[in-house]
């Protein structure tokens, strides 16, 4: 296996918090510093990661909110191109359904996600449904590549908020490291704060469970894994959490949470299964429905069609103007 493909599986947990990273990460591989680096680099020029930074854990810092909006086909580019442009969008997709655009907007502020929803209703002159979460069960698409169908772990406890005082390093720690030689150094710079601080901090984030993860973010689609499934179930609201958490630990579930239902819409359950195809992805989901004792609730699988966007959220950096499509 080259030393790309090797990174891109065993890169995305257990990035060493040593002064030359990169280096430490060649020695494991059998490689150079530069030859690391450059790596790195080629992946992200290629689109199959986004950055080499964290991976938050949900409610840890600024707001998130899962929407959705049945747009006429007709306006389906034009409206998913106004909803891209904003800067505090992250994922937004086709899915098979009558609601057919569905997005995640993040924000620094619960008020500043909310005035950028309303904004897109004016613009789009179409209702957002939104669908705020009410608890998570597993949230980890830091899957082994090579074994996706292995069982995880449910989230057991909410983990600890960003202190205000930490924000300017969360800021960082969202975007992305810089593909330097000691790139924790080159963030003490910025901050102004001792070298040892910056990835002393981010093992204390780890620790605390703040951070799910902090290495390489893969982005699945240029991974392989071209197929994914958003799984909806409609169970009642007093037996969710045991539903969740027994769907959570299914092999090939990467997200697993509950949510407000919504005027017209009556599910409370999610989850995600990643796959390399269509068929991959539905066997996967229908072992873990099985295993999870789901197959009598309700349900409606909601497959992607296109992707408009993928980028790494907003919690921590000021979201600048949307730039709107002609």
Not at 158 to 170: E, G, I, T
């Amino acid at each position: 296996m080259d030393l790309a493909a090797r990174l891109l599986n065993e890169g995305q947990r257990g990035f060493p918090l040593l002064p030359r990273p990169f280096h430490a990460l060649a020695q494991r591989f059998g490689a150079t510093e530069d030859d690391t680096l450059a790596a790195c680099a080629g992946l992200a020029a290629r689109g199959a990661i986004s950055r080499v930074g964290g991976v938050w854990a949900p409610g840890v810092g600024g707001a998130a909110l899962l929407c959705a909006m049945a747009v006429p086909p007709a306006r389906l580019e034009a409206v998913a191109a106004l909803v891209s442009a904003h800067p505090g969008v992250n994922h937004n997709y086709e899915r098979e359904h009558a609601l057919n655009l569905w997005f995640v907007m993040t924000n620094t502020s619960s008020a500043g996600l909310d005035k950028a929803l309303s904004a897109i209703e004016n613009e789009a002159n179409l209702p957002v449904t939104r669908l705020r979460m009410v608890r998570p069960y597993r949230i980890d698409l830091g899957f082994d590549l090579h074994r996706p169908a292995t069982a995880g772990a449910a989230l057991q406890r909410r983990a600890p908020r960003v202190r205000d005082a930490d924000r300017p390093l969360a800021a960082l720690v969202e975007a992305g490291l810089p593909l330097v030689p000691e790139p924790f150094a080159a963030w003490a710079g910025e901050l102004r704060c001792p070298a040892a601080d910056v990835p002393r901090r981010i093992q204390s984030w780890l620790d605390a469970g703040t951070l799910r993860r902090f290495g390489l973010v893969v982005r699945h689609h240029e991974a392989g894994y071209a197929a994914n499934a958003m799984t909806v179930f409609d169970v009642p609201d007093g037996a969710a959490d045991a539903c969740g958490a027994r769907l959570a630990v299914q092999p090939g579930v990467t997200l697993c949470y509950q949510r407000e239902r919504a005027a017209g819409w009556r599910y409370n359950l999610y989850c995600m299964v990643h796959g390399r195809h269509r068929d991959e992805t539905l066997g996967l989901l229908h072992g873990a429905i099985a295993g999870a004792g789901l197959a009598g609730w309700p349900r409606q699988v909601l497959f992607s069609r296109r992707r408009f966007k993928q980028t790494g959220a907003r919690y921590f950096r000021p979201s600048p103007e949307p730039r709107h499509a002609d």
